[in-house]
């Protein structure tokens, strides 16, 4: 059945009529100069979005996690040394894939629920005399715990220890909703996809390249074919791709950078400060926690809320489902079956985030959970109207 609803699964996030129309092209020539008017306004959206002037942008037909390979195999070479930290689902994927890739990763263990520890990074870095990591991972905003780390600090640890290993940061879920400063943090390479922060369908894996990771990409010995970033650099030169592109995704991504860029970038993330406050404060109201361990490491994209001991959080997912017709996330790995997340990014609006709210909330009585039917949409309630007060809702 279709269903009107919208989703609060945390990517893919809910595509807006405009871009569900942008994508749907009738086929061009990919290689000709009609498609370079679709292809370059794309990556320069893109670098806006990113607060990046100097950064080469790479879109791959693929998912985020094309994008993590795209990151390590264009840079890296077998038996390199990585500093990762893993606190949560995805941060553990990516260190996987570092591994499979014959790499040797010195993995922080964090608690899920925790962020990336500058202070562990900076003491790990300085012990690193002989400057043996060669790239410091670190994952933005943790979606499986909606955990944001700060990447600011990642980069003052890396300075205080005067370490040249390149800054590698997944904002898979974090960029085009949280603020994102490639350039200011002197990030290395930037990896996103289209399904999240820019409500596109899945199918793109968007990467930036500062520099000097285009520096290393010279010298790096791991084998990369699909995802060798000379040869799209080669195939932008000329308005196509080594392959053939997804032409419409990269048209629905031209029109994502103007619509976000049109709200105004800062607005864009206001909203979903806005958004996700509601949120916990509707957690807050239920007498439930979040996963994130301290209120400077919750996410504006998405919360993972604690169940009580001995419930089973992937019921209220399973009985939204199938009774109101509502996806929530489930818990993953660790935390699976102790919390349910509800995604609150890309294009969503207070009055959209009040009925998750309010189908979460139904859903957990007629579980039997302790709530009070409006409790938590009367929070939200309340700080929407303070807070939109004067402020034009603009999200697509
Ligand atoms: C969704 C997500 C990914 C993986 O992206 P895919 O598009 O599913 O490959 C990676 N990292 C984070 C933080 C994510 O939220």
């Known amino acids: 059945m279709f269903s009107q609803n919208p989703v609060f699964i945390p990517g893919p996030t809910n595509i807006p009529d405009v871009l569900r129309k942008a994508v749907d092209m009738p086929t061009i020539d ?23 002037e100097r950064s080469a942008i790479f879109v791959f037909p693929s998912t985020g996690t094309g994008g993590w390979e795209t990151a390590i195999s264009n840079t890296l070479s077998p038996g390199d040394k990585v500093l990762a930290t893993r606190n949560g689902m995805f941060s553990h994927k990516w260190i996987d894939m570092c591994k499979r890739h014959g ?8 608690e899920w629920g925790e962020g990336v520890s500058a202070d562990r990074y900076e003491e790990i870095l300085t012990a690193d005399k002989g400057h043996s990591i060669r790239a410091v991972l ?30 590698f940061v997944d904002g898979v879920s974090s960029v085009g909703s949280m603020d994102f400063r490639m350039d200011e943090w002197r990030v290395d390479i930037a990896v996103t996809g289209s399904q999240k922060g820019f409500m596109l369908p899945p199918g793109l894996a968007i990467v930036a390249f ?75 109201a239920w007498g439930l926690s979040l996963c994130a361990a301290r209120t400077e490491l919750y996410s504006d994209t998405v919360s993972a809320i604690r169940v009580p001991e001995g419930f089973d959080a992937n019921r209220i997912v399973a009985h939204a489902a199938e009774i109101y017709g509502v996806a929530f996330g489930t818990g993953l790995g660790d935390v699976a079956g102790k919390v349910f ?25 007629d579980l039997g959970f302790n709530v009070k039917l409006g409790s938590g949409v009367a929070a939200a309630q309340d700080h929407y109207r303070r807070s939109a007060a004067g402020t034009q809702q603009k999200a697509a």
């Open 30 to 52: 990919h290689r000709s100069p009609l498609f370079g008017k679709i292809l370059h306004p794309a990556l320069e959206g893109v670098k806006k979005i990113l607060k990046s």
């Open 210 to 284: 500062s520099p000097r990771a285009l520096d290393a990409v010279t010298t790096a010995q791991l084998p990369r074919t699909f995802f060798d970033v000379r040869d799209m650099a080669n195939g932008y030169a000329n308005n196509g791709y080594p392959y053939t592109p997804p032409v419409g995704l990269l048209n629905g991504l031209k029109v994502a950078t103007e619509i976000l860029l049109d709200e105004g970038i800062e607005n864009v993330f206001a909203r979903h400060r806005r958004i996700a406050e509601g949120v916990r404060r509707a957690v807050d």
């Open 341 to 365: 997340r509800i995604g609150h990014l890309g294009s969503l609006t207070d009055v959209m985030a009040l009925s998750g709210i309010a189908t979460a909330e139904m859903t957990m009585l």
């Open 138 to 167: 670190a994952t933005h905003n943790e979606t499986a715990t909606g955990v944001r780390s700060d990447i600011a600090a990642v980069r003052r640890a890396m300075d205080a220890a005067r370490h040249p290993a390149l800054l």
């Open 103 to 110: 790499l040797e990763v010195e993995v922080v263990v964090q």
